[in-house]
């Protein structure tokens, strides 16, 4: 078994920042991909972020330029630094990884609110 554990939400103001990190443990033998997705009240959850192992990020438009992802890799964790937030990226934010096999693993989601 996967876990997950984010942390570094909170609430900050327009334009600040806050950086979200997750630390994967537990029964990893390989990772295709690492990232962060958010579930904003009443809407659909969206990929924000992800890093495939060995290829280059992928972003959604909404944050490309204020958001930027990394990875660890000799750590298994992935960090995500959001830049210039808007009151629009107010949601949870889960931490998500890939396995082979298509095994998909999430953690328990931290809230990032911003205030206008």
């Known amino acids: 078994q996967v876990q997950l554990v984010e942390s570094g939400g909170g609430l900050v103001q327009a334009g600040e920042s806050l950086r979200l990190s997750c630390k994967a443990s537990g029964s990893i033998f390989s990772i295709n991909a690492m990232g962060w997705y958010r579930q904003a009240p009443g809407k659909q959850r969206e990929l924000v972020a992800s890093?495939?192992?060995?290829?280059?990020?992928n972003y959604a438009d909404s944050v490309k330029g204020r958001f930027t992802i990394s990875r660890d890799y000799a750590k298994n964790m992935v960090y995500l630094q959001m830049n210039s937030l808007k009151p629009e990226d107010t949601a949870v934010y889960y931490c998500?990884?890939?396995?082979?096999?298509?095994?998909?693993?999430w953690g328990q989601g931290t809230q990032v609110t911003v205030s206008s």
């Open positions: 890093i495939t192992t060995g290829v280059s990020a």
């Open positions: 998500h990884l890939r396995a082979p096999r298509g095994y998909d693993y």
